[in-house]
């Protein structure tokens, strides 16, 4: 088990930044791949980005690329979400998710992840 909490969200003028940060307490960090996925109101929750377990190549969705960089400190236990030139369409809840399977981020089709977190709000004005 792992447990996941986010922080960082908040009300953002758009064109501006928020770094989000998800913190995984529990079975060993490293032994999960970690993804950011985020649900605006009646809309289905959608992938935002997914890293793997080590860090290095990432998988991020059309509508955040060029604009959203994910990392990760193992050594903190620690997931980031770096979000610049934010749009208003950006707004949504961000949640943090664990999954031991890298490819279920990036595979059509693929089962949601094992664990998430409570959710973070992101709310971009114009």
């Known amino acids: 088990q792992v447990q996941l909490v986010e922080s960082g969200g908040g009300l953002v003028q758009a064109g501006g930044s928020l770094r989000l940060s998800c913190a995984a307490s529990?079975?060993?960090?490293?032994?999960?791949?970690m993804g950011w996925f985020r649900q605006a109101p009646g809309k289905e929750r959608e992938f935002v980005a997914a890293?793997?377990?080590?860090?290095?190549?990432?998988a991020y969705a059309d509508s955040v690329k060029g604009r959203f960089t994910i990392s990760r400190d193992n050594d903190k236990n620690t997931v980031y979400l770096q979000m610049n030139s934010l749009k208003p369409e950006d707004t949504a809840v961000y949640y943090c998710?664990?999954?031991?399977?890298?490819?279920?981020?990036?595979?059509?089709?693929?089962?949601?992840?094992?664990?998430w977190g409570q959710g973070t709000q992101v709310t971009v004005f114009s």
């Open positions: 890293i793997r377990k080590s860090g290095g190549r990432s």
């Open positions: 529990g079975r060993t960090f490293s032994s999960y791949a």
């Open positions: 998710a664990a999954d031991q399977t890298y490819e279920i981020y990036v595979v059509r089709g693929a089962r949601r992840p094992d664990y």
